[in-house]
């Protein structure tokens, strides 16, 4: 098993500016190697980039230039599992609670019959066991932040990125 679970190098992100005379610089020539079973932070201030790492961590935003390597649990030859966190909840208002969290399992080709038993058990972990039925509207925006921490739990990914995905929870929470 490889000890590292992300390995970025010499990642390099630039973004058209307005109007298309230039580019912006976001990231530019990062190397970074982060150990499975370890917990790594990303500090910086507003704008610096660090949502746009995780987005290409995830494989929702292209880099431009190096080589972002993702490693599963379970060696190589399999494609990792990732969860997402997003700052804002990112749930489909049409879709229930429960819904939500199985269209997250459906994504990841998990077998259907463990999917009531995992919604069950990430929901009572977020403290929303018997809100499965609820729409995200009806629900506060803690609440619907907590639903999307259980919807990426749910899936038990091998890499969890989470971007703020505190701040919009009370501090009890």
Known sequence: MAPHAVVLEGLSKKFPTPGGLGEFTVI?????????????????????????LLNIIAGIEPHDRGRVQILPQDGANAAARIGYVFQSPRLLNWLTVEENIKFALEAQNIARSGWSERVRKYLDMVGLGGQEGNFPLNLSGGMQQRVAIARALAIEPDILLMDEPFSHLDEIT
């Open 28 to 52: 530019e020539t990062l190397s970074l190697q982060i150990a499975r079973g370890s917990f790594a932070s990303i500090v910086g201030p507003s704008g610096c980039g660090k949502s746009t």
